[in-house]
């Protein structure tokens, strides 16, 4: 990928892709309305809190907390921040792609809000995803639970998307095995992490931890995706997405936090190509038609297929179904039948006989994907 690049809002629009791989300077909504329509594959949304800090913050010792007390985070009213979010996620839904998704991240002061918002405009929720904090900031005054947490809403443009991207085996792999919960549990960003200012000072104050958006971009896309962040901060999605060879927007108006993300992107190395690739499961390859290895050429009409034990045999007809004893079905329904089963996976019960070697017909399945299929596309 080339070196990041700042890209104003007058060089932006639908023909010129330079806007790949860039930070956006304006208004989120105004940057969102130049971007090419179903253009972008997810959305990581960080928006502001609207935290509603009533005064100074101190520690029992009496040292001023560093609080997010900035311009941007303040709200005059709670009618004011609900407008706020219909603006962004109605211009936010007219770039992502139909079957894209969009991950948004807040806490008790603005997610709820932020999710009835969702719902009325119609978007679906799949997941409430909790973060939960290794080492959160105490409760200094000691009236309320520690706030040991933050949420994330995913979810698809409308309930009718379906083919949205979930790499829920290589998830699965991360967590040894194991199905992937929606309880996160990761530290705050601190350490040499933190992007620190010439005075030691936070250079954003709600930096979020890069294993987070590594997550929350390896269950979600594939390489070469485009992951756009509207409230891109100190660029933590755009440091990320690099490194995980997709392709990235991000959209601020504050100069210092574009400057110090463009010079943080761009000492991010890319993973390379091999390394990229996540384990996939059966639900994620192609689906193949029995038919298609015979239109294909892979299997013949009258190939004799059998089971492994060699106990039944079936000859393969011209239209994909499977003859056995004077009667035809599927190669699922005629694995069921031979068996006295209810059902059957036929692709790894048949085998077809390749001298004294049984070959399982879903290894030419496999033969078709690779081959054909990648041939093809």
């Known amino acids: 990928m080339s070196v990041v690049k700042l890209a104003d809002l007058k060089s932006v629009n639908s023909k010129n892709p330079s806007w790949l791989n860039s930070v956006i300077k304006g208004d989120c909504v105004a940057a969102l309305e130049k971007l090419p329509e179903n253009s972008v594959d997810v959305i990581f949304a960080d928006p502001p809190y609207n935290l509603q800090l009533d005064g100074d913050l101190h520690r029992p010792d009496q040292s001023k907390v560093d609080a997010v007390d900035d311009h941007w985070d303040q709200f005059a009213t709670f009618e004011a921040y609900d407008a706020f979010t219909r603006a962004w996620l109605l211009a936010a839904r007219r770039v992502l792609k139909p079957e894209g998704t969009i991950w948004v991240i807040g806490s008790y002061h603005n997610i709820f809000r932020v999710g009835t918002t969702l719902q009325d405009m119609g978007f679906w929720i799949l997941n409430d995803v909790i ?3 290794s080492n959160p900031m105490p409760n200094f005054r000691g009236r309320r639970f520690t706030n040991a947490h933050e949420t994330m809403i995913w979810a698809t443009p409308t309930q009718a998307a379906k083919k949205y991207t979930f790499n829920y085996d290589a998830m699965k792999m991360a967590n040894d095995e194991v199905q992937m919960r929606s309880d996160w549990l990761f530290p705050i ?11 030691g000072d936070k250079v954003h104050p709600t930096q979020k931890p890069e294993a987070l958006l590594h997550r929350v971009i390896m269950s979600s896309s594939k390489p070469g995706d485009v992951i756009l962040d509207p409230f891109f901060g100190s660029g933590t999605t755009g440091a990320v997405a690099k490194r995980l060879g997709r392709n990235f927007v991000g959209i601020d108006r504050e100069d210092k936090y574009i400057e110090a993300a ?22 994620a390859e192609p689906r193949v038609a029995f038919g298609a290895l015979l239109e294909s050429g892979l299997l013949k009409p009258g190939t004799v297929l059998t089971d492994t034990k ?16 004077g009667e035809t079905a599927s190669i699922h329904r005629m694995g069921a039948k031979v068996q006295g089963l209810d059902a059957c996976n036929g692709w790894t019960f048949w085998h077809t006989i390749d001298g004294r070697k049984l070959v399982q017909i879903d290894e030419i399945r496999k033969v078709y994907r690779s081959e054909v299929m990648a041939a093809g596309a």
Request: aromatic fraction near 4%; include cysteine.
């Open 131 to 133: 973060w939960r904090k």
């Open 189 to 199: 960003c601190n350490g040499g992490e933190r992007l620190k200012d010439e005075n």
């Open 262 to 283: 463009i010079r943080r992107i761009d000492t991010v190395e890319v993973v390379k190509s091999p390394q990229l690739v996540v384990t996939t499961g059966k639900r």
């Open 310 to 325: 060699k106990r039944w045999k079936a000859k393969v007809r011209i239209d994909g179904s499977l003859e056995h004893g």
